[in-house]
């Protein structure tokens, strides 16, 4: 095992931030250093390279790594740390984890209360300002497991992301494509039939429009599906839509921004450690989303860990 390392390790996503991300981190390399923080950097070049540079990062033995992007960067980063641990045994207590926010998706840093302003979260780092966050582990169809920084979701929710997706691969960008993504799955999405189990109990089994599971309460560029949801309190929200009428949903869709959703008569919600989710014939085995990324389909089983990461946490 190689011997622990001081400095800070971050992981550059240069096309973060709709490509700004590299005019924005030079400034950022010139304010760490005058804080008197070390470290050191690392570019991703293309996706999924985070996981890779950051268990290579865990293994050297660096216990400080820090992404420099939005959401997508954040969960790659924190499925490095966890799967190196995973397959090491080191504990993920080790690792101390956090945003340079300089994507175009930053919800992970609302749900730790830190500012969306790269100087500001550079103070909170020389400040040593940290506290924990729960390891949420996903096991999907075969076997592939993932980490969640924020949430994970199916049905709306994940077909949301994916079309997000789809309109940042061909260049777009800003707070639109959230509500043009929204608003196009609002009119196209086709309810699956699941069964979900919560710590073992069968707590819904038909058809649903969407189901979402938090670590925290913010997703989608400023949605709060599980409003209610900590990322240190050892336990996962979620939140299932039955099938509606359409008027019904869009009736709902003010609560998804106000904080309120969990309000609502017309959606279940609920807590619990470990959630099951199976579709109840295979056209409903669909695609799950992991903090905006698409990685894998139905079955799904969520579960927090017990174990936990030291995140930067802000008042």
């Keep these: 095992m190689s011997e ?134 996903g096991t999907s169809r075969d076997g592939k497991i993932s980490y969640v920084g924020n949430g994970a979701g199916l049905g709306f929710d994940s077909h949301v992301c994916d079309r997000v997706n789809h309109q940042k691969e061909q260049g777009m960008r800003g707070k639109m494509i959230y509500l043009n993504g929204l608003r196009y799955t609002v009119l196209h999405i086709k309810p699956i039939r699941i069964s979900v189990l919560a710590d073992g109990k069968k707590v819904f089994s038909g058809e649903a429009y969407s189901m979402a599971a938090g670590n925290g309460p913010w997703s ?36 998804l921004f106000s904080g309120t959703l969990n309000e609502s008569e017309l959606v279940l919600s609920g807590r619990c450690r470990s959630l099951q989710v199976a579709p109840l014939d295979e056209e409903s085995a669909d695609i799950i989303e992991y903090d905006g990324e698409i990685e894998g389909r139905l079955p799904l089983t969520l579960e927090i860990t017990g174990e936990r990461i030291h995140v930067l946490k802000g008042i």
């Design 220 to 255: 989608g560029g400023g949605m709060r599906q599980v409003p209610l949801a900590s990322n240190d309190d050892g336990l996962l929200d979620y939140m299932i839509v039955p099938k509606l009428k359409l008027s019904q949903i869009l009736q709902e869709v003010p609560r």
């Design 4 to 137: 622990t390392k001081t400095e800070w390790y971050f992981i550059v996503n240069p096309r973060a931030g709709s490509g700004k991300a590299m005019s924005e981190w030079v400034p950022a390399e010139r304010l760490l250093e005058e804080r008197g923080i070390p470290f050191i950097t690392a570019m991703t070049d293309h996706r999924m390279h985070a996981i890779e540079l950051a268990r290579e990062a865990a293994a050297a033995g660096y216990r400080r790594i820090a992404a420099v992007g939005g959401d997508g960067s954040l969960h790659e980063v924190l499925g490095g740390i966890c799967s190196w641990c995973a397959s090491t045994g080191v504990s993920t207590e080790e690792f101390y984890l956090t945003v340079v926010p300089i994507g175009s998706g930053n919800d992970w840093i609302k749900s730790c209360r830190l500012p969306n302003d790269v100087g500001d979260v550079i103070k909170l780092i020389s400040q040593e300002a940290f506290g924990w966050m729960d390891i949420v582990r």
